[in-house]
T-cell receptor, first 115, second 110 residues
Framework: EVQLLESGGGLVQPGGSLRLSCAASGFTFSSYAMSWVRQAPGKGLEWVSSISIGGGNTYYADSLKGRLTISRDDSKNILYLQVNSLRADDTAVYYCAKESTYDIWGQGTMITVSS | QAVVTQEPSLTVSPGGTVTLTCGSSTGAVTSGHYPYWFQQKPGQAPRTLIYDTGNKHSWTPARFSGSLLGGKAALTLSGAQPEDEADYYC??????????FGGGTKLTVL
């Protein structure tokens, strides 16, 4: 079955860090660029980060730059997102998605930043 | 960073036709922005309906179509069904590989 499965979200205090994972199956993960998209409660979608095939190029939203690291392990078919210095406005569901046609999305993992 | 604009809300009658638009603060939307359209229902992940302006996925109902219209990307729904009630988001690609989502359109079928 073609799918993406995110994990790693949870409740974290302001200033904390989390590493999100996105496990891919059912397609040739290494052949596609991948993205992270987030959605704050009751709000719209926000593109967060992308990584190229092979991982040589990474891109980040300006609003989050400096606090994120996207990476991939093609041997394990896993996409990662390290988020540091978490703030309350980072509270959101984080989705991973397969580019280039965004035809596959995960169900999302929730990060809640609160003391 | 560019701002992508969509109608906040639209209403369509069952069986009716509605067009959602997607504009860019940088000027006219072109095929070079590779416009995407996503549908999201409450509690669900987004689902891509249209990519690269007008291309459909196998699961995209035939009543949805994408185009460029008056300097904007457009999603037209012809023959609206109750199950089409959802939030719709467009996504535009810009140089630097940092795409931008529109704010979304809440479509009501009533």
């Amino acid at each position: 079955e073609v799918q993406l499965l995110e994990s790693g979200g949870g409740l974290v205090q302001p200033g904390g860090s989390l590493r999100l994972s996105c496990a891919a199956s059912g397609f040739t993960f290494s052949s596609y660029a991948m993205s992270w998209v987030r959605q704050a409660p009751g709000k719209g979608l926000e593109w967060v980060s992308s990584i190229s095939i092979g991982g040589g190029n990474t891109y980040y939203a300006d609003s989050l730059k400096g606090r994120l690291t996207i990476s991939r392990d093609d041997s394990k078919n896993i996409l990662y997102l390290q988020v540091n210095s978490l703030r309350a406005d980072d509270t959101a569901v984080y989705y991973c998605a397969k580019e280039s046609t965004y035809d596959i999305w995960g169900q999302g993992t929730m990060i809640t930043v609160s003391s | 960073q560019a701002v992508v604009t969509q109608e906040p809300s639209l209403t369509v009658s069952p069986g009716g036709t509605v067009t959602l638009t997607c504009g860019s603060s940088t000027g006219a939307v072109t095929s070079g922005h590779y416009p995407y359209w996503f549908q999201q229902k409450p509690g669900q992940a987004p689902r891509t309906l249209i990519y690269d302006t007008g291309n459909k996925h196998s699961w995209t109902p035939a009543r949805f179509s994408g185009s460029l219209l008056g300097g904007k990307a457009a999603l037209t729904l012809s023959g609206a069904q109750p199950e089409d009630e959802a939030d719709y988001y467009c996504l535009l690609s810009y140089s630097g590989a940092r795409p931008v989502f529109g704010g979304g359109t809440k479509l009501t079928v009533l």
